[in-house]
Structures are given as C-alpha cells and as structure tokens.
C-alpha cells in the first residue's frame, strides 16, 4: 500500500476527517454537520482552507497546499523525512517548517515540529550549547625579557624524518621576542 492509499484509509478513522470530507462533497452547506467540527477545523473550513483532490484532503495556506495527515505513523514518516532523512541534514527549525508546511499538515503541526528538532538525539549530541565547556579565558600579562613567556604547540603528521624518524614537532614562541624553535 503506497503512502496516499494509506492516509486516505486513515481518514476514516478520525472524525473530524470523516466530517470535513463530507462538507466538502456536498454542494451546499450543512449547519447540522459543521457544528459538529471542533477547533481549528472549524475555523479552517469556514475560511474555505480545505479541498479534496482524488478523495485526499488538502489544506490552503497563502500560496501552498499542504496534505491533511491524521495518522501518528504517518506524521512521524513526514517528520523524518522532512528532517532527518540524510539528503535533509538536520536542517533549522525554520528550514523544517518551511519544508514541512509545504508538505503536510495536521492539528498542532507547528507545536510538534518544533518538539521533534528540539529533542533530536543526533542534534542535541552535536550542539554546541550541550557539549563540553570552554575553559574561561584569562590575560596574560606582557612580559619585560625574553622567554620569561612562552607558547607551545604541537605540529603533528608531518613526514618522518631524521636518525630517529620523527613525525611530529613541538614549537615554543616566545612572546616577547617572537622567537621560535622547533623540537622533533
């Protein structure tokens, strides 16, 4: 079963789906059926947001349309798809919803897309503000003499060379005089 047969399915298992769908069929206006939509359902219908295509129900949002989904397993398809898939790369939450608003849509989409970017595993492992912490910084005052201060770093992957092979160096700058020397 592709994914459109299985949302159409799915409609008949929620009301407010099952009401809409038969509003939208009618060629007249059916106070007895809309007073039985709940909010925002009712809202969006009235202000004429809603359309069938093939038995498929669409949401009018200014210059888009976006699929109506209902079923859980089917938002959490979009989500991952429209986020996490490996061609999307964990995008914004800007992005996300861009992409996501036009593809479908569903009652608190916005409220749910933005919990879903918000508990990502993978993001929060890679995100700077849940990561290790910087060490904080201090002055370091200017020296009067040579090599009184000294900075040291390691240059590493280098060609072995020399009698002992060596593939890295250490260098020391001293930061009065900027004299430097490397170490094998």
């Known amino acids: 079963m592709n994914f459109f047969s299985a949302v ?3 409609y008949a298992k929620h ?7 038969q509003l939208l069929q009618q060629s007249y206006r059916s106070p007895e059926l809309e007073s039985q939509l709940e909010e925002p359902w ?3 219908y009235n202000d004429n ?5 093939v038995g498929l129900l ?3 949002e200014k210059h ?3 699929l109506t989904v209902v079923d859980r397993d089917h938002i959490s398809l979009i989500l991952q798809e429209c986020y996490a898939c490996p061609y999307m790369g964990h995008m914004s939450e800007d992005r996300t919803k861009e992409r996501v608003a036009s ?3 569903w009652p608190k989409s916005e409220q749910e897309w933005s919990e879903y970017i918000n508990t990502c595993e993978r993001c929060q492992k890679a995100n700077r503000k849940h990561g290790k912490k910087y060490g904080l910084l201090q002055h370091i005052e200017e020296r009067k003499h040579p090599w009184e201060t000294i900075n040291m770093d390691w240059v590493t992957g280098l060609f072995q060379g020399g009698k002992e092979n060596y593939n890295a160096c250490l260098i020391i700058v001293d930061r009065f005089s900027k004299i430097m020397r490397c170490l094998p």
């Not at 947001?49 to 295509?53: E, P, Q, T, V």
């Open 58 to 60: 669409y949401h009018r």
């Open 49 to 53: 947001k809603f359309f069938l295509i």
């Open 15 to 21: 009301k407010q789906c099952v009401i809409l769908i």
């Open 42 to 44: 009712l809202r969006a």
């Open 8 to 10: 159409l399915k799915s």
């Open 103 to 105: 593809t479908a849509r």
């Open 64 to 66: 888009t349309s976006a």
